[in-house]
C-alpha cells in the first residue's frame, strides 16, 4: 500500500507529481547514480552510522558529512536540498 499523499508538498515533489513522463527518467538517472560504487560505499558508511545511533528505520534525522569528515544529525529537508543549484 502507498503512502498517503502529502496535503502541501514541496515545489519539485508537486512537479514530479504531475509529470509522469519527468518522474520516469529521474527514477532511471537515479538508478544508475546510486548503482555507482562510490554511491553505495557511501550509503553503506551512513546506514552503519544510524545503525550504531539506533536511527535506522525510524524515520528521523539523517546523518551528513561535515567539512571535517565527521558525521552529524540534521534535518533531512536541509541535508537533501543543500547545493541543489551547483548540480
Not at 515545489?11 to 546510486?34: I, L, Q
Not at 555507482?36 to 534525522?61: F, Y
Request: proline share 8%.
Amino acid at each position: 500500500m502507498a503512502p498517503p499523499k502529502v496535503a502541501n508538498p514541496r515545489s519539485s515533489a508537486r512537479y514530479y507529481r504531475d509529470n509522469p513522463d519527468a518522474r520516469a527518467s529521474k527514477a532511471k538517472t537515479d538508478t544508475k547514480v546510486n548503482a555507482r560504487p562510490e554511491q553505495r560505499a557511501k550509503r553503506s558508511e551512513l546506514a552503519t552510522a544510524r545503525r550504531e545511533r539506533g536511527l535506522m528505520g525510524k524515520g528521523g534525522p539523517d546523518l551528513s558529512h561535515t567539512k571535517e569528515g565527521t558525521l552529524v544529525r540534521e534535518n533531512p529537508s536541509t541535508n537533501r536540498a543543500r547545493n541543489r543549484g551547483l548540480k
